[in-house]
């Protein structure tokens, strides 16, 4: 199984850098639903070529959402999310910029996650590190959240391969289209 994921990543980083297109983010942000909306947003700061949730962050926040990112506060720890208004930002233990621990720690409902590869019954490949996937078993052991891969729509595979500690989304937000995948609790 890892060397069929280590074959997927390298191969989806390169494709993911091809799909890449400047309207594509607006595009998916105007195709989510915002009855899907929760109070406390999950979005991402999108490294290597992700698609970037600021277009879909600014409309739930429009909507009345509150943002929240990601911080890494540990390598093998689970993700905390803290408010992304109005704090100074650090780089947290994986690297990357994030709130610092001024911000408010909140618990999101609602997860835009991002994706280096997925497929249509919610099986996601991220870049391997395992804070997702951490993190989401998390949330879910705490109540309930809905995650949502955010990717190009040329990231869909026909299978991800998955293993037991692999955590599912819930849907699928595209430049184009939404689609649930038939996974969610909530």
Known sequence: MTDAKARLRRRMRAARRALAHPEAAGEAAARFPIERLAPVVAVYAPQGGEMDP??????????????????AVARDAPLIFRAAD?????????GILAPGPEAAVLVPGLVVAPVLALDARGGRLGQGGGY????????????????????????EVDEVPTGPHDE?????????????????GA
């Open 54 to 71: 600021g277009p879909l962050a600014r409309r739930l926040a429009a909507a009345g959402a509150r943002i929240v990112l990601p911080v």
């Open 86 to 94: 109005g704090a100074a930002f650090a780089p947290d233990a994986a």
């Open 132 to 155: 997702y996937d951490r993190t989401l078993a998390a949330l879910r052991a705490g109540g309930r959240v809905f995650v949502v891969g955010l990717a190009f729509a040329g990231q």
């Open 168 to 184: 599912r989304l819930d849907a699928i937000l595209t430049e184009m289209g939404y689609r649930e995948t038939g996974k969610s």
